[in-house]
DNA sequence: TATTCTGTAACAAGAAGGGTAACAAAAGCA
DNA sequence: TGCTTTTGTTACCCTTCTTGTTACAGAATA
């Protein structure tokens, strides 16, 4: 599995931020709803900046907030701003050239990796921040009521 | 992504036997073939044998072979054999419980996640081992002819 | 019995991720 | 202008995961 927590982390922060609507938030505020430091925040920040995604002012009264409306970021783009490479790595060190099966088996293996990874895109390209912000609202809901 | 390269080496070594056919290959033949140290190879060769996907035979004359026929094992079977995690993972620390957005994101992301790894098994599910070694077989003939 | 394998443990090396401190640059304010 | 706040970015350390390697017990065969 992807051994990082970014692509999660992303989709909390920018959840976060349809949740404030369009008042910007400061990356120590998010750092502490999602329990880490906010250099870690920041750093995933700017990679969604420069995919259009958030923008950031500095200064006092400074933070960031989301670029597009929630219904108008999918799950894909956030993943591809900040997790570049794939779902699977092929082999570390390449295979013997000398085998019929090693020389060949990195182009097979690729063409799989391609299928997977497209299926993966396309189960992340139909959900949008929106969908996940009106699915968050239920549980906050009930959470709400049991605190009465 | 998967930081680790099992699957493919796994997916290498199977393609290899179903290559093979029903003669046992020792980690030491294997492992050249796929460039790296024979204990590697034996210890993913004993997470597929516990799978039921190869059978051993220690002793002189030993080694290893598929315990089914190459279209009876797809790359999902290889995959869950290998790789025990999903395809990502959630955040490292657990997030702010007294955030509204913190305490529900986790469960709302297991559902994408769960989603995300339906669609690859999916697509692991339709691939046999059979299918791997008849897309290599046209490289390899033109790899033969291209040695005439 | 000697040989040839697998199964498995132990350990070093390397890579990747994340936490942290530090600082320049930008933006607002007195 | 000078001070404060906040982002953008770098550098460094620590932890975790993976792989490479050596070593050795146990099983199978001749």
Chains 1, 2 share one sequence.
Do not use: Y
């Amino acid at each position: 599995m992807s051994t990082s927590s970014r692509f999660a982390v992303a989709v909390h922060v920018l959840t976060l931020m349809a949740w404030s609507k369009d008042e910007p938030l400061k990356s120590e505020q998010v750092a502490e709803s999602v329990n880490t430091n906010p250099v870690v925040i920041r750093r995933i920040l700017c990679e969604l900046a420069h995919f259009g995604l958030v923008v950031s002012q500095t200064g006092s009264m400074g933070g960031t907030k989301l670029a597009r409306q929630p219904n108008e970021i999918t799950l894909l783009d956030i993943h591809q701003a900040v997790e570049s490479r794939g779902v699977f790595s092929l082999h570390r060190q390449p295979p013997n050239r000398d085998c019929p099966v090693g020389v060949n088996i990195e182009t097979v293996l690729g063409d799989v990796l391609g299928e997977v990874n497209s299926a993966v895109d396309h189960v992340l390209a139909k959900i949008t921040i929106e969908d996940l912000a009106l699915r968050l609202q239920p549980c906050v809901s009930t959470a709400e009521k049991a605190r009465h």
